[in-house]
């Protein structure tokens, strides 16, 4: 490990807050007053003056300028494949890092059209009812299934899903009766690129399907570089 330039005591630097190991980018000026002790929280207009190497993941929110992450492919893949983890939720519409799907609209009538359905294992997933993921509704309180299915509305997780992926690409949940890929999960090199085609995942914190703390413990667990090299 690389000892870090140190102009304290130990006892002092003990005491200092730890940087935040995730990077968040989104789409607006921040000033780090967003910050939490997990979640830098920066302009995605500022990559290129972020060391990612600082971070052991990287969340990019649906609404980042794609075109622009595309200028940006080759360093987002290099990233990636030496060991840092990637989570994108939203539609893909730029090709912004290496085996990047494509996304398609999903043609949908009825709820069953928007089923989810667990496919493969991944850490963020594993264990949670995808029926807890299916309605919302703005009635408060704790539901049951059958309440949500009478009270609530389906297609908030997803309503798109995504081809040609890569070949070793796991498929984590599908959707609708073809069971097509809404959470999918590939490797590139060292590293891992997460994609949910719906509103950000760590944005869902409901009881029994908390996704946000799932995903960042998970990003949490990949080597911070900086400190490895």
């Known amino acids: 490990m690389k000892p870090r330039p140190c102009l304290l005591g130990a006892d002092q630097e003990a005491a200092l807050p730890s940087m935040p190991s995730i990077l968040h980018l989104v789409q607006r000026p921040t000033t780090g007053g967003e910050d939490t002790p997990r979640l830098a929280v920066r302009d995605v207009y500022d990559l290129d003056r972020i060391d990612l190497d600082a971070y052991a993941g990287l969340v990019l929110a649906s609404g980042c300028d794609q075109r622009f992450l595309r200028r940006h492919r080759q360093h987002l893949s290099d990233w ?69 299915q009478r009270l609530g509305v389906a297609g908030f997780y997803a309503r798109s899903y995504l081809v040609d992926l890569p070949q070793d690409a796991v498929v984590i949940t599908g959707i609708g009766p073809g069971h097509l890929p809404v959470d999918v999960s590939y490797p590139l090199g060292a590293g891992e690129v997460i994609l949910h085609t719906g509103n950000d995942l760590i944005s869902y914190t409901q009881p029994g399907a908390d996704l946000a703390e799932r995903a960042l413990a998970h990003l949490e667990l990949a080597p911070i570089l900086a400190e490895v090299a």
């Open 80 to 148: 990636v494949r030496s060991g840092g983890r990637l989570l994108f939720s939203g539609h893909a519409l730029e090709p912004f890092v290496d085996g990047l799907p494509k996304h398609r609209k999903l043609e949908f009538h009825a709820t069953s059209d928007l089923w989810l359905t667990e496919q493969g294992s991944h850490p963020i997933w594993d264990g949670v009812d995808r029926r807890e993921l299916l309605y919302r509704t703005g009635v408060p309180g704790p539901h049951t299934f059958e309440d949500l």
